[in-house]
């Protein structure tokens, strides 16, 4: 028994550097044993609770991996390895179908349609999100979720699977609650994990969460007996778009003034911003977390980015001038471009931000900053370059790209 950890996010990388070091003794045999059970009374000590930090690339999943591997072998950590890059296998897997993201954006949006116009529906899905059901484990795990921010992954999949086959919920609804409502929410591993649980991502294969299984990872706190549906029929939904090709990323040109536009897609800001950014560099920030869905973001996940943010400009604020903050909404492309003008930028550098709220503004910035005659140069991670093309079929596919992906590593900075 491990004693109970807290379940709060600072949103610095010191507290993420401290639950890294925490964790790691962790991350072999005692992970494989013990990742699989719900026990927010123990502040789900079986699992690292570091999501929301490599989400929003407060820590990198290399220095992750680095980090585990210089504990133990990379059989011993197998499991937890492996779940790393499960997220980068989603990340790549969307980016080369970005469509799927377009896809459920709809389906958001036709789910929102149907709550104005079907009977009952609206006060099932109040209910859902508020965790009245009636069903205990479920309601349990929507509580659990607007009071921390955080769901175990069993809980996540149980909670999925409850919404769609249970209470018969638009899938997109739910995976748009997880969206607003998790510190570490993710366009990819949140819809891709709601479409496998559907049984759209592997096509006619659902998830089924069962009462045993419930019972015995919660280690009795719940036994939803009789009260979940056993059949699961995988949910309708358009076909995937062909594949497309993985992006590449843009080098920075040493001989231009870089300007830095910072989202809180990375926080990692180091490494793409060297090139020609002599100190002060000019920084602008602009913060997407409000465009997870057409509701509003949930508070503590807007204040987790926007901490996220603060802590990034603190760290490099010796080489960093006064930043600029724009707000994602209406006019903010003319605020980014006028910025850079006046600022004699020669060029705005920024982390490539993987499909989502954020790649969806630099979509909306591009035209405007390559009228102005400013070159936007996206660098591509290396953890990213080298996993994303590999996400073309299934994670067993990807999975036996690992040991290989492991090798380079050794040669990877950090960030
Ligand atoms: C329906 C559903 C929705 C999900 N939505 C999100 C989301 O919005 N954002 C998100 O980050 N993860 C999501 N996940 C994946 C997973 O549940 C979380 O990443 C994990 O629970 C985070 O907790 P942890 O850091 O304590 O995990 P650990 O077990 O300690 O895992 C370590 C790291 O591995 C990665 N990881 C672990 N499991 C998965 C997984 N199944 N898929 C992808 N990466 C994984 C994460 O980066 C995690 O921090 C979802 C899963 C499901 C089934």
């Known amino acids: 028994m491990t004693d109970a950890l807290p379940l709060t996010f600072p949103p610095d990388r010191r507290a993420a550097l401290d639950r890294l070091a925490e964790f790691v003794p962790r991350a072999g045999r005692d992970y494989a044993a013990r990742r699989n059970y719900d026990l927010p009374q123990q502040g789900h000590a079986g699992v690292s609770r570091l999501s929301p930090y490599i989400r929003h690339r407060m ?14 072998s990379p059989a011993t950590a197998e499991k937890f390895v492996q779940e790393v890059y499960w997220r980068s296998y989603w990340k790549g897997w969307l980016e080369l179908r970005p469509g799927v993201w377009d896809q459920y954006r709809q389906g958001v949006r036709s789910g929102q349609d149907r709550l104005a116009t079907e009977a009952g529906l609206r006060a099932d899905w109040e209910a859902a999100c508020r965790g009245e059901t009636g069903i205990d484990c479920f309601d349990a ?3 659990e979720l607007t009071a921390t921010g955080y769901l175990h992954n ?6 999925a699977s409850i919404w769609i086959f249970t209470l018969r919920l638009p899938w997109e609804l739910g995976a748009d609650l997880f969206l607003r409502q998790l510190l570490d929410g993710d366009p990819a591993s949140n819809t891709l994990g709601w479409r496998w649980v559907a049984g759209i991502q592997t096509p006619g294969k659902t998830y089924v969460a ?3 299984n419930i019972a015995r990872y919660t280690e009795g706190r719940f036994d939803p007996r009789g009260q979940l549906a056993g059949r699961a029929d995988p949910v309708d939904s358009p076909p995937v778009p062909a594949r497309g090709p993985a992006p590449t990323g843009d080098t920075p040109d040493p001989e231009r003034r870089t300007g830095w536009l910072l989202t809180e897609e990375d926080q990692l800001a180091g490494f793409p911003f060297l090139p020609g950014a002599e100190p002060p560099a000019p920084v602008c920030v602009l913060n997407c977390t409000g465009r997870r869905s057409p509701l509003e973001t949930s508070p503590p996940v807007t204040a987790f980015a926007a901490g996220a943010l603060e802590d990034t400009l603190d760290r490099h604020a010796a080489r960093l001038g006064p930043a600029q903050h724009v707000a994602a909404r209406t006019g903010w492309v003319e605020q980014v471009v006028d910025w850079a003008r006046d600022g004699g930028v020669g060029q705005l550098v920024t ?3 993987p499909v989502g709220p954020a790649a969806d503004a630099m979509k909306e910035l591009a035209p405007a900053l390559d009228a102005a005659g400013v070159p936007f140069v996206r660098v591509l ?3 990213d370059a080298a996993c994303w093309p590999h996400a073309t079929h299934g994670f067993f596919r990807f999975k036996e790209k690992i040991p290989g992906f492991l090798a380079a590593l050794k040669g990877l900075r950090a960030a």
């Not at 069993?154 to 909670?159: G, I, L």
Request: hydrophobic share 45%; aromatic share 16%.
């Open 154 to 159: 069993h809980a996540r999949m149980w909670f």
């Open 141 to 143: 795990w929507a509580r």
């Open 210 to 212: 069962r009462a045993d």
């Open 351 to 353: 982390p490539y931000a």
């Open 59 to 72: 820590l990198s999943e290399t220095e992750v991996l680095q980090a585990v591997l210089g504990r133990f």
């Open 381 to 383: 991670r290396p953890h």
